[in-house]
């Protein structure tokens, strides 16, 4: 399971978390991986990704824009529907009817597009250029807009 923190425009996440002695001794039995767009964090359980993010609570309203959970290889889950699998109140399965795209340009994000059911990310190539990073995320009900 890994956390990824996309950090807030103009924020170095990766150098901030480092500077603090708290944010350091919360990450000291991991290490983090930089990412031009913020940190990646490996942890064993979705439960100990849970207890990570609310550790660093303080600094996720300060310097981070999204908080993204990755249980499998290039699955992200949005902290809403996390939380709700994690308390089994869901179990996400392909295809996820709620998800939408992160579009990364640089080192922050920049827009959300929301997907249609039965799309795929190449469907929105229109509203992204090669360079961008994007993300496919899965959501809950709840996060995703009404129509």
Not at 64 to 81: A, K, N, R
Request: aromatic share 12%.
């Amino acid at each position: 399971m890994n956390v990824l923190l996309i950090q807030s425009e103009g924020v170095d996440l990766y150098d901030t978390l480092l500077k603090s002695e708290t944010s350091r001794g919360v990450l000291r039995f991991y290490q983090p991986d930089r990412l031009a767009y913020g940190i990646r964090i490996r942890t064993a359980s979705l439960g100990s990704a849970l207890a990570l993010v609310s550790e660093l609570r303080w600094y996720i309203q300060r310097y981070v824009d999204e908080v993204l959970f990755e249980p499998g290889d290039g699955i992200f889950c949005s902290s809403g529907l996390a939380r709700q699998i994690y308390e089994r109140d869901v179990m996400p399965a392909e295809p996820w009817r709620y998800r939408c795209l992160y579009r990364i340009v640089g080192d922050h994000m920049v827009d959300t597009i929301w997907m249609d059911e039965g799309t795929t990310p190449e469907a929105y190539a229109d509203r992204t250029d090669p360079e961008d990073t994007v993300l496919e995320i899965w959501c809950a009900e709840e996060e995703y807009p009404a129509e």
